[in-house]
């Protein structure tokens, strides 16, 4: 890997720091030699400062480090792509992104659950996710059940409509019972990746 740090006058690259997994870019900063050799050294992404005149690794300070994972040069060897996991928000300003954007991946299951909290306090009494929220905890993880069962049953006969449609169906109650128990997603995901992790 060839990275022209001759190319600029202060011998600074810039770099692009993206979420490993979500694929957001987090911050751009700056790079020297002695920055890339410690980011892949120590584990933490590390900059060169231009208003410390130093390096400084991200969350040294605050503690919210990114986790290094793989760095990319792009075509013309002078700009940088750093895949990360960061630890905590990435902006100074406790922002997920130096861009005030949150950091979640651009898909549809996580509108879904941003839907579902606004209609489980919402005003209209006749929303359905707001009367299922009223019933309880019992009558959701029912409901659960009943869908799964449902897609067993469409699972072994071929009307690709009515399989995906229970599908759906089970999905989004699975998505309200775990708004119910507090939590979402990113928490069930999150143990999918820890057993992914390879075993040493």
Not at 17 to 46: P, R, Y
Not at 54 to 73: A, D, N, P
Not at 138 to 166: C, H, P, S, T, Y
Request: charged residues 30%.
């Amino acid at each position: 890997m060839k990275i022209d740090y001759k190319k600029y006058s202060d011998g600074l690259v810039p770099a692009i720091i993206q979420d490993a997994n979500t694929s957001k870019v987090l911050m751009l900063g700056f790079m020297n030699e002695e920055a890339v050799n410690k980011t892949t050294e120590l584990g933490k992404v590390t900059f060169f400062s231009r208003s410390k005149n130093r390096l400084w690794t991200k969350g040294e300070e605050s503690g919210h480090f990114l986790e290094f994972v793989s760095l990319q040069v792009d075509c013309d060897n002078d700009t940088l792509l750093i895949k990360a996991i960061p630890h905590g928000p990435t902006c100074h300003t406790g922002a997920d992104t130096c861009w005030n954007e949150t950091n979640k991946p651009d898909h549809f299951l996580y509108h879904l659950e941003s839907v579902i909290e606004q209609r489980k306090t919402g005003g209209d009494e006749k929303s359905y996710v707001r009367s299922l929220f009223a019933k309880g905890i019992n009558k959701i993880a029912q409901k659960v059940g009943e869908e799964a069962v449902e897609v067993v049953i469409e699972a072994k006969d071929n009307n690709e409509d009515l399989f995906l449609n229970e599908s759906a169906d089970l999905l989004f109650h699975y998505l309200l019972l775990l708004n119910t128990k507090g939590y979402n997603l990113d928490r069930v995901l999150d143990v999918l990746k820890e057993r992914h992790k390879p075993k040493p």
